[in-house]
């Protein structure tokens, strides 16, 4: 059971207050929707909640079973989709892949590979031995979801993840989503999207100040 | 699923150096800097001798100078095309700053092993104890790689990156860089090279290593 904690947290850039104080849980098992206004601070709760950023005040608390989680013993267990995560350019798609979830300990093999673009719907004679830089946005995103995926990660934490989608893209993330909190990963997503709003099971509004 | 410390560093080294040689920028950048000087200094000299002590000078300017060029990008280059977010989520702290330093170092020996040689014939040098000159470069580029790739890490997301990087990049270095010029100069024949220099040398390389190792973590997790 993975819990993540905001203990009266407040985050404040350059003097101006973005949110706070925020007291909030999020647990495995439960796909929760960060929402709000452009500037209102969702990214940044994303990063709060993966320990890369600290908060102005307050404490963001991870647990596994009761055991807090921090430096290399949180990242093991996360991985994010993020509008600022980015592919290496000049490595192809399985490249890019080998890379990060190498550096996790996990190999792919061909079919595990195949079986995971067929999943994220990417078709490989487009991806084929082209580099990530010349990838379109949504073949981007349907990449880092592969990564995701592959990852094993019990603690998923998305931002915009169906941006730069179609239809059938965002109803994949949707499943996923779902599908990860049904096996009992935590979930949460910061949208703008009301259908991505409404999968959720529970919401944290953001007002802004 | 738990990733060994040294599978992690052979990862981050094959990126590396597949992503270097792919976009070749700072490889370009440091040879033809070294290239640029030494033709220069070569052509300056129009035959002319210089003292062992000057010419090792002068070859340590070249390779520290060239470092400069290239070896702060190992994290800058990530933070500019924005892929240091998905190392921070993927990789190990001690993976990424020990695989990313042995790639600087692989990229020092090459520029050493490429302006070495011809610094020896262009300026007519007289290496009368090759063995202490092939050690005295295997440390100093292993000095280099230490404390390039730590202040390459601590200089990053810095509006004057560069420059921090120069100046930061000197006083770090001079322990160094002092005992390698003249340990060079004793293999060019300018007296004896005292074998302390070269083990103080290897001893300070160790320090920034693991001073480098410790101070990472700080950087790498915000917890």
Redesign the interface.
């Known amino acids: 059971m993975v819990t993540i904690r905001f203990e009266a947290v407040t985050q404040c850039f350059h003097g101006r207050t973005i949110f706070g104080p925020l007291q909030a849980e999020l647990a495995s098992g439960r796909v929760v929707a960060v929402t709000g206004q452009n500037g209102s601070g969702k990214s940044t709760l994303l990063k709060l909640a ?5 908060p102005t005040a307050g404490s963001v608390v991870v647990t596994a079973d009761g055991r807090a989680l ?3 013993s ?3 267990r ?3 989709v ?1 509008p ?8 192809t798609a399985r ?1 890019n892949m080998d ?8 190999t792919l093999d061909e079919i595990a590979y195949r079986a995971l673009l067929n999943r994220v719907e990417l078709r490989e004679q487009e991806i084929g031995t082209a580099f990530a830089g010349e990838f379109s946005t949504g073949m981007r995103q349907r990449l880092k979801l592969a990564v995701l995926l592959a ?2 990660a019990d603690i998923w934490l998305l931002d915009e993840p169906g941006a730069n989608l179609d239809m059938a893209g965002r109803k994949l993330i949707v499943r996923e989503a779902r599908q990860a909190a049904d096996e009992g990963r935590l979930v949460c997503w910061a949208t703008n999207d009301e259908r991505e709003e409404a999968a959720a099971d529970a919401a944290i509004h953001l007002a802004g100040h | ?4 410390i040294w ?2 560093i052979k ?2 080294f094959r ?1 590396e150096l ?2 270097g040689l ?2 070749k920028a700072a490889w370009a950048a440091m040879l033809m800097f070294a290239l640029t000087t030494l033709a220069c200094v070569s052509m300056a000299m129009q035959g002319g001798m210089l003292e062992p002590r000057l010419l090792a000078a002068l070859l340590w300017i070249i390779l520290f100078f060239a470092s400069l060029a290239g070896a702060d990008r190992v994290f800058a280059d990530e933070d500019t ?3 240091l ?2 190392l ?6 001690q ?1 990424v700053l020990m695989g990313k330093m042995l790639y600087t170092f692989f990229l020092m020996v090459v520029l050493a092993t490429f302006i070495t040689p011809l610094f020896v014939l262009l300026l007519d040098v007289t290496v009368t104890v090759p063995g202490l000159l092939v050690g005295v470069l295997l440390l100093g580029c292993g000095g280099i790689a230490a404390a390039g790739t730590l202040v390459a890490a601590l200089t990053t997301g810095a509006n004057i990156h560069s420059s921090l990087f120069s100046i930061l990049m000197l006083p770090v270095i001079l322990p160094v860089f002092l005992p390698a010029i003249s340990l060079s100069a004793a293999s060019f024949g300018g007296g004896e090279g005292a074998i302390s220099y070269l083990a103080g040398m290897g001893l300070y390389d160790l320090i920034l290593v693991v001073g480098a190792s410790l101070l990472f ?1 700080y950087l790498w ?3």
Do not use: N, W
């Open positions: 993966a320990h890369l950023l600290l921090k430096g290399d949180l990242r093991r996360m991985a994010m993020t600022e995560l980015r592919f290496y350019p000049r490595l490249e890379f990060l979830l190498g550096l996790r300990g996990i990852s094993g | 699923m738990q990733q060994s599978q992690g990862l981050v990126k597949v992503a792919r976009f095309v924005g892929t977010l998905a921070r989520i993927y990789g190990r702290s993976a973590d997790y915000e917890d």
